[in-house]
């Protein structure tokens, strides 16, 4: 496949949160494409009735050397962390947690959430940064109309508007929603890679199909992206970016590394209870423990070499 072409993501079925997991899509990491800039992880849940799955009960879980992204279409998250942060998630706003060397929190569906939907993200910290203190920030993006589609930008800059929310790497998060039988060209970093999650609706990204929950890359060169939606609906898709990410990373469970013996640190300091992941209060009910490191070495992951 040349670099002009659209990759095509499919998604798999993982079950999220331990005993009480509700299913997510997830399209990042994959034996195809470990990262697409430095976002490395993607989760794509709901429409859930909470009412018939439970919603989301995630316990106290550890993580180290990456951010986390939160972003809602419906629904409401109660998020604390062992930072002491207490805050909400809800649609059209970003929550951003930065666990560097190491944080712990947790992710409850509200008792008035009726319908859950919406991506968890991670971002990986380069190597400089990845024991970086903890950090949560908020943001509330402004929607804004460009020609055929409504944008909130919760990262990065696009068609103008640039979010105040920092990372470590240069980042494009946007939420673009795409009128019905409407097409969108929006000019982009040409130094960026690019991935289209798709939320709903029939949605093509230049020329290329793309089916709900599944995500098209954009390798880098393009000036511009044109993003198309052939139903009789609003599309709502998921925009990201970023320069590719060079550096080998090492993902275990709630953990980014760069070697093995990174992991092996981390899940014995999650397991007991050490100082590095602090404390959250305020959840009623046990930490999720650690699973079992694999009968062999975890090896480092990168992109394939680009053609």
């Not at 697409?36 to 709901?46: P, T």
């Not at 969108?184 to 609706?201: A, I, K, R, S």
């Not at 980014?256 to 404390?279: K, L, N, P, T």
């Amino acid at each position: 496949m040349g670099d002009t072409e659209i990759e095509v993501l499919t998604a798999r079925d993982v079950p999220l949160g331990g005993p009480r997991a509700m299913t997510v899509r997830r399209t990042l990491p994959q034996r195809a494409r470990t990262l697409i800039g430095a976002w490395c992880f993607a989760d794509h849940y709901g429409p859930d009735r909470v009412a018939e799955s439970g919603g989301m009960d995630v316990a106290p879980h550890p993580h180290t050397g990456l951010q986390t992204v939160s972003w809602l279409f419906s629904g409401e998250i109660e998020h604390r962390d062992s930072l002491g942060t207490h805050a909400y998630v809800r649609p059209g706003e970003i929550n951003l947690m930065t666990g560097g060397h190491g944080i712990s929190h947790t992710e409850v569906s509200t008792p008035g959430t009726t319908v859950l939907h919406g991506v968890q993200l991670w971002v990986a910290l380069p190597d400089e940064h990845r024991h970086a203190a903890r950090d949560f920030q908020h943001h509330a993006p402004r929607a804004f109309r460009v020609d055929g589609a409504e944008l909130r930008v919760f990262l990065g800059t696009l068609a103008g508007d640039t979010s105040p929310v920092r990372t470590f790497t240069p980042l494009l998060g946007a939420e673009v929603l795409i009128d019905a039988g409407a097409t969108v060209t929006l000019d982009v970093d040409p130094g960026f890679e690019h991935g289209l999650l798709v939320d709903e609706g029939d949605v093509s990204l230049d020329g290329t199909a793309l089916k709900p929950a599944e995500l098209g890359y954009a390798a880098p060169g393009r000036t511009t992206l044109t993003l198309a939606n052939a139903s009789d609906r609003p599309a709502r898709t998921v925009l990201l970016g970023g320069p590719p990410f060079e550096e080998e990373i090492v993902m275990w469970w709630n953990f980014i590394g760069r070697s093995h013996q990174d992991i092996v640190e981390a899940r014995e300091a999650w397991e007991r209870a050490s100082d590095r992941f602090g404390e959250v209060t305020g959840y009623p009910g046990d930490r999720l423990p650690a699973p079992a490191l694999p009968n062999a070495v975890i090896t480092p992951r990168r992109n394939p070499a680009r053609r």
